[in-house]
């Protein structure tokens, strides 16, 4: 049977890339029957890195089958996989994540979870001296999952193994790094097409903290005031998405990538009351400037507080 590889659900540049680079190993290099999925629509960087690199978009799945063979890449919480996932056969987990518990498996499984900015980066690495043979395409989609995930090395998550891995990369490809990076943060600036509800939930993740649950989402771009001018609307969809997606409270982080800095709105008490708390802040209207503040995963999430 045909092992899926998927990442987690709004798929972001890395989810969407790993899933593929792993399924070419796993077909390639391994002689296995892989293929790439995805758990949704990805994003407009995601479908930029796949238009420049002649790869098609993977056939999006809704659930998984019992029994069905799959590895999961670049996410351990079964909030953002299939709800079936634990009635599956899950055969590895590839991760750069904090474990956050929940998954179940049929037996032993090959897990790797290691403290780096990218997923792509550790695909790489377990690919060893096999990474050599990865086509121009396939270093192409690895080199945009890391300048995504590492924000051109501008996040706080990014290593210095992340940046020589990119840099290598880069130089096999002939590509400039500032240059290229400023053509894939211009496709993940643009969200004209995307309704409100599409903005909150494009790159987003649950989570809880003492009792409150909180879609916690993420718009990261070059181009802060094209989201931030539709900031009553969104804040108006903010209050909808949570009913609907059965949370708490939607938190919407605006990063803006070159200052370097995230605009928190603040459409009522409850937020208000996370941004001072969490971070510090002093709130005086429907959105706060917090500098230096570019990752959810290192400097958002768990600083949280209610």
Known sequence: ????????????????????????YMNEVKGNDAEAVLLG???????????????AKPRIISDVDTDQPCVIVDTNNPAELPANINNADVQAIIDHHKLVGGLETKGPIEITVRPLACAATLIIDLMGDDAARMPDWAKGIAL????????????????????????????????????????MFAAKSDVSAFSDAELLRMDSKEYGVDGTK??????????????????TSIMDAMTAVARE??????????????????????????????????????????????????????????????
């Open 41 to 55: 629509e990805p994003n407009t960087e995601a479908a930029f890195m796949l238009t420049r690199w002649e790869q």
């Open 1 to 24: 049977m045909t092992t899926l590889v998927f990442g987690h659900k709004s798929p972001d540049t890395d989810s969407t890339g790993s899933a593929i680079l792993w399924a070419w």
């Open 144 to 183: 945009t999952c890391i300048l995504s995930d590492t924000l051109e090395f501008r996040s706080p998550t990014t290593t210095d193994h992340d940046q020589n891995v990119a840099e290598a990369l880069a130089a096999d490809l002939g590509l400039s790094i500032p240059e290229y990076a400023a053509d």
């Open 214 to 231: 909180f879609r916690v989402s993420v718009l990261e771009t070059t181009a802060p005031a094209t989201v931030l001018d539709r900031k």
């Open 245 to 306: 997606d059965g949370v708490d409270q939607v938190l919407l982080f605006v990063v803006d990538i070159l200052n370097e800095e995230a605009t928190m709105l603040i459409p009522n008490d409850l937020t208000k009351s996370v941004a001072e708390k969490s971070f510090g802040a002093t709130v005086s209207g429907d959105a706060v400037v917090l500098p230096g503040i570019m990752s959810r995963k290192k400097q958002i999430i768990p600083n949280l507080k209610v």
